[in-house]
């Protein structure tokens, strides 16, 4: 197991060094001038090259992103460009708002989505396995965008029985969650429907059933356990697409999280902001994965980690 972990964090210290190579290049590649955003449509060309010089924008890019490697190792993100704050106490003062959407969010679409496949399940073929599928395929489909309008819509102005936006009480919670959450449902939803109609087929099952053993307890005890292994093991990478929704979701309902700082630093081009908050998410997923990766071997003893 150690050896294993220890694999593991390796390979996950290579992929965001990676990640952060590219993410940095790229955003230099972007044909716009950070020090003309911080200096303002009226500085004069002086001005813009007097900042550029100060922030180090001068120097080749490979140059540029050592510095800032250097800097990032040590703890160091760098500053706003515009806020003119450390980027490490920006993203840390919207970090918690952030995980408690997504853990929300998490326990929305496992709710939901575990709940649709296992009575899809029970009734395949049937009209409820066919309408709660077609449901479930909507909720993929959908624009997260527009279910968050949706949502707002109708709970928010015309049954005025949510708040619109904004943070701190359960009620502000709810529309944001869901509309995180549907996302997953969906994918869940159909998941644990395939799992459960192939663990049902096998032969352990047809024994427990041949002793005589409550259906119910057939269900809970035998079918689901199984059934849910390779739910498990997505939560884990399901993170990276709540960090990449989670921009959309929170600047529609106006969340003041970490998606909410990244959409305005790209509206703004503040580079390391943007990439703290890709460095943030990075090593979210990554640290998703690989609880992933432990936890499923702990909860089924079969699957062996090499």
């Known amino acids: 197991m150690r050896n294993y972990v220890l694999r593991r964090l390796l390979q996950s210290a290579l992929i965001l060094l990676g990640i952060s190579l590219v993410t940095f290049i790229l955003l230099y590649l972007i044909p716009a001038d950070p020090a003309r955003q911080i200096a303002g449509r009226s500085a004069t060309a002086k001005t813009v090259a007097n900042i550029r010089a100060q922030l180090g924008l001068d120097d080749p890019v490979m140059i540029q992103y050592f510095r800032y490697l250097g800097g990032l190792v040590q703890g160091d993100m760098g500053r706003s460009y515009l806020q003119r704050a450390e980027v490490s106490v920006l993203i ?7 995980l408690l959407l997504m853990v929300s ?3 929305t679409e496992l709710i939901l989505g575990l709940t649709i496949g296992i009575i899809a399940a029970l009734n395949r073929n049937k009209l409820a396995d066919q309408t709660l599928m077609v449901f479930s395929f ?3 489909s959908a624009p997260q965008f527009v ?3 949706l949502l707002l819509y109708f709970f928010s102005i015309q049954f005025q029985l949510l708040p619109i936006g904004g943070y701190g009480t359960f009620a502000h919670l709810i529309l944001p969650s869901l509309t995180l959450g549907l996302l997953g449902a969906g994918w869940y939803s159909r998941m644990m429907r395939s799992s459960m109609i192939d663990v049902l087929h096998q032969d352990f099952i047809r024994t427990a059933r ?7 307890q057939v269900i809970t005890g035998h079918v689901i356990p199984n059934a849910i292994l390779p739910i ?3 939560v884990g990478i399901d993170i990276g697409l709540f960090m990449s929704g989670i921009v959309v979701v929170e600047s529609v309902f106006g969340w ?4 909410q700082l990244a959409w305005q ?9 943007i990439m703290g908050v890709t460095i943030v998410s990075a090593i979210a997923i990554v640290l998703g994965n690989l609880l992933a990766d432990l936890i499923v071997p702990w909860i089924d003893p079969r699957i062996k980690i090499k």
């Not at 840390?92 to 952030?98: E, F, K, M, N, V």
């Not at 041949?210 to 119910?216: E, F, L, M, P, Q």
């Not at 630093?265 to 902001?273: E, F, G, L, N």
């Open 265 to 273: 630093a790209i509206q703004r081009i503040d580079i390391p902001v």
């Open 92 to 98: 840390a003062g919207r970090l918690p708002a952030s």
């Open 138 to 140: 909507v909720s993929i």
């Open 210 to 216: 041949a002793k005589g053993i409550a259906k119910r």
């Open 256 to 259: 003041p999280g970490i998606g």
């Open 147 to 149: 279910i968050g309008i």
């Open 232 to 234: 498990i093991a997505m």
């Open 105 to 107: 969010a998490i326990v």
